[in-house]
């Protein structure tokens, strides 16, 4: 679900964190920077793990701004193709079901991918299992278990300010928000998932 990767980036430090130690005035900024940002086809930054080297500071003239080369590692929020996660179910559509990891709420699934049976229950907004055991109900925040299935990456072109709330908004019909990566998965699992004892195969 996570993972590790180096990257090369340019610091500047104001003359305000001057007084911290080079090293934490040095991660503090790049976690400014980089957390909670998507990264296009690497990933979800979520924070700085290490810093790998960097260079002498160079002062900016007229500014006291320090330039300082670094190399460092973050870690990055990117599940693999068949990865299981567990999460709470976010909301519902005729379209699907959004998944949120409370960290990350891109997490969609497509009706086609939800049980054979299930049906939409538009006066509940929520989606039903019709299964041989009884009706399951998908209920807001309830858990449950998805499989990944694929990743999108959508680029986030410059906008109107006008514009600008649309495109940040989550769309129903198809669980997408420009910019951000987007994960389809498959339900694989019902309200019983909270509990460690309950048998994935059983789901199918």
């Given amino acids: 679900m996570f993972i590790l990767t180096t990257i090369s980036d340019l610091v500047q430090i104001s003359p305000e964190d001057l007084e ?3 090293a934490e005035a040095i991660e503090d900024n790049l976690n400014t920077k980089y957390s909670n940002k998507v990264i296009q086809k690497i990933g979800l930054c979520i924070c700085v793990y290490d810093i790998l080297s960097a260079s002498d500071g160079l002062i900016g003239h007229g500014t006291g701004v320090i330039n300082v080369n670094v190399e460092f590692r973050l870690i990055v ?4 193709k068949g990865e299981i996660i567990t999460g709470r179910i976010a909301g519902a559509t005729e379209a699907g079901i959004r998944v949120s990891l409370d960290f990350f709420e891109d997490i969609w699934v497509p009706s ?9 229950n538009a006066a509940e907004q929520t989606w039903v299992w019709h299964s041989e055991s009884g ?3 998908f209920d807001r ?3 449950v278990r998805v499989r990944v299935e694929t990743e999108q990456w959508h680029d986030l072109s410059p906008v109107a300010p006008a514009e600008r709330e649309a495109v940040n908004s989550f769309n129903n019909h198809t669980g997408t928000r420009l910019g951000r990566m987007v994960v389809m998965a498959l339900v694989i699992s019902g309200e019983d998932c909270a509990s460690d004892e309950f048998n994935v195969g059983e789901c199918y």
């Fill in 77 to 80: 929020f990117r599940p693999f």
């Fill in 112 to 120: 086609h991918l939800l049980f054979s049976d299930s049906s939409f």
């Fill in 20 to 22: 911290k130690p080079s």
């Fill in 141 to 143: 925040n309830e858990w």
């Fill in 135 to 137: 009706d399951f109900y």
